[in-house]
C-alpha cells in the first residue's frame, strides 16, 4: 500500500469480511481476531481485486519477532532496568507502536518461548558475560544490569546456569565451567 486511499481500500475491504482492523500501514495489516480467524481465501480474492497481494504472514511475524529482540537488545544495553519483570511490556509496546498482548503472542508462537523468559535469558546471559570478562562485583553486575536486588539476580541466574553467579566467577576462574550459554550484548557502564 502507497497511498492513504490505498489504505482506505484495504481498511473498507477487511471491515465488509467483518474484521476489525487495528492497525493499517504499508505492508502490514493488524486485526482484532486471530489470524487462524481470518478466511484468507476470500481476503486474497478482495484485495487481488483491487491489484494487492496478501504476503506471506510468517515473515511479517519473523521481522516482528527480529524487531522484537532487537528492542531488548536496545533495552540491555541502555536501560536495563526497564527490563525488569512486569515493567518491559511498555516500553517495547511503545518502541514498536504494537499492544504488548500481540508481541506476546507472536513471539511465543515463533520462538516456542515466552517474552518473559527470553528476557530473563539475555539478562542472565549479559550477567554470565560480565562475570566472565570483568573484574565488576556480583552486586554491582546486577545494579548495571537493572536487578532490583542481589538475590533477584542470583535466584535468576541458579534457575538458568544451574549455580550462583558467585560459584559460576569462581568455577570460571578455574576453568571448571562448561557453559553452553549463549552470549548477549554487554550493556555499557
Not at 14 to 34: F, K, Q, S, W, Y
Amino acid at each position: 500500500m502507497v497511498c492513504s486511499k490505498c489504505i482506505l481500500v484495504v481498511r473498507e475491504h477487511l471491515v465488509a469480511l467483518g474484521l476489525t482492523p487495528l492497525r493499517v500501514e504499508l505492508g502490514e495489516v493488524e486485526v482484532l481476531v486471530d489470524s487462524t480467524a481470518i478466511d484468507w481465501p476470500r481476503l486474497r480474492q478482495c484485495l487481488e481485486r483491487e491489484g494487492f497481494a496478501v504476503l506471506d504472514q510468517s515473515s511479517s511475524q519473523q521481522r516482528l519477532v527480529a524487531q522484537i529482540k532487537a528492542v531488548i537488545a536496545d533495552l540491555l544495553q541502555h536501560a536495563p532496568a526497564e527490563l525488569r519483570s512486569g515493567h518491559f511490556s511498555q516500553p517495547l509496546s511503545q518502541r514498536l507502536n504494537r499492544r504488548f498482548a500481540h508481541l506476546s503472542d507472536v513471539f511465543s508462537a515463533l520462538e516456542g518461548t515466552s517474552l518473559e523468559q527470553y528476557v530473563i535469558r539475555q539478562r542472565v546471559g549479559a550477567a554470565r558475560q560480565l562475570l566472565e570478562t570483568s573484574a565488576l562485583s556480583v552486586s554491582r553486575i546486577a545494579r548495571q544490569l537493572g536487578y532490583s536486588s542481589l538475590g533477584h539476580l542470583s535466584r535468576q541466574f541458579q534457575r538458568e546456569i544451574g549455580t550462583t553467579p558467585s560459584t559460576y566467577r569462581r568455577q570460571q576462574a578455574s576453568g571448571t565451567v562448561d557453559s553452553p550459554f549463549f552470549t548477549p550484548a554487554i550493556p555499557a557502564e
